[in-house]
């Protein structure tokens, strides 16, 4: 069964790897010898890794970076886990659910904080609030953050709908061709959704807004074989938040170029995240949150141990960088 899903992820970055020049990551420049491959999704929540890049903030760094885009963070993470990959990204939903397959697993930082998760529906579809959406069709990547806090807004309002299984590169065709009449998602699609809509769109938000880790991980190999090059890695992510904060032009353009974004839209998204690489003292918590969440809703098996998520985190590498 392992060697089944090493081939799987490897064919995923395969395939991955080939669309890597339309995304705006290209490889490292030492290409499969760099000190660190990085699976990043392609999302402004990690938009530190595109402005390293395009910045030279890695190469000032002294560290060789490989990055692989991936489209969710589940997706990265299974990466991961196959060991293809040293470093990959993923927001505190499948990062909760990964770490109880996968004893590995190590939370290196907290690259940015996202409280704009919301859901974009068509005003057309006599939708304006969170009660029209009951009995609704609303398209979601099941698993994802989007999908934990589509739960959480709909239990706050009373409200079941039924939630369909729709991945972030068909959920805005979803709603555009008005094969659902909501959907809930994270950036960039969430952004692409709105855009395509124009004045159809209703953007829906609970009241209780819940708000998104967006974390560097690793593996325990490379925790162990590799400090160096990690406390490097997160030097340059470090040192990307400054521009990313003061909405830097050439910071923007980064991150557009990475996502797909238009320069108009990027400045408007990359307002939404607070981009500060750290270890707030409650993220054990709140991992420890969306895991008996999943459980709930059976994505974790019941019968499954949820971890002391504090003894998966390792600071040291991003404390060594020092403040900027």
């Known amino acids: 069964m392992r060697s089944v899903r090493r081939i799987a992820v490897a064919i995923t970055i395969a395939v991955l790897a080939s669309t890597a020049v339309l995304s705006g990551c290209t490889p490292g420049r030492s290409g499969n010898n760099a000190a660190l491959t990085v699976g990043w999704v392609v999302d402004p929540c990690w938009a530190q890794v595109p402005v390293a890049r395009d910045l030279g903030y890695f190469t000032d760094a002294g560290v060789d970076v490989e990055i692989i885009p991936f ?4 997706a990265a993470l299974e990466a991961l ?5 040293d470093v990959a990204t993923g927001s505190d ?9 996968n004893p590995d697993l190590r939370i290196i930082a907290d690259g940015s904080r996202w409280d704009a998760g919301r859901f974009v529906a068509r005003g057309s579809a006599g939708i304006g609030s969170i009660a029209d959406l009951a009995g609704r069709q609303i398209a979601v990547p099941l698993g ?3 999908h934990f806090f589509a ?3 709909l239990s706050e309002a009373g409200v079941t709908a039924e939630l369909v299984q729709t991945g972030p590169a068909e959920i805005v065709t979803a709603i555009s061709n008005r094969s659902v009449d909501a959907i809930a998602v994270f950036q960039p699609p969430l952004a692409k959704a709105v855009a395509a809509l124009g004045d159809d769109a209703v953007e829906l938000q609970g009241p209780d807004k819940y708000n998104q880790h967006s974390l560097y991980l690793a593996t325990r190999n490379a925790v162990e074989t590799k400090p160096a090059e990690l406390t490097a890695f997160l030097a340059a992510v ?8 003061d909405a830097d032009q050439s910071a923007l353009s980064a991150v557009a170029a990475a996502t797909g974004l238009d320069d108009d839209l990027i400045t408007r998204v990359a307002d939404e995240f607070v981009f500060w ?21 059976g994505r974790v098996p019941a019968d499954a141990v949820i971890p ?3 003894t998966l985190i390792v600071p040291g590498f991003l404390t060594a960088t020092g403040d900027e």
């Open 71 to 74: 489209p969710t963070g589940a």
């Open 81 to 85: 886990a196959g060991g293809a990959v």
């Open 93 to 101: 939903v499948p990062t909760s659910a990964a770490a109880i397959k």
């Open 144 to 146: 994802s953050s989007a």
């Open 151 to 153: 739960t959480k807004f």
């Open 238 to 245: 470090r040192r990307a938040d400054r521009p990313l904060g």
């Open 277 to 297: 690489t750290e270890i707030g003292p409650d993220l054990a918590g709140d991992l420890a949150d969306r895991a008996r969440w999943a459980q709930g809703i």
């Open 308 to 310: 002391d998520y504090q």
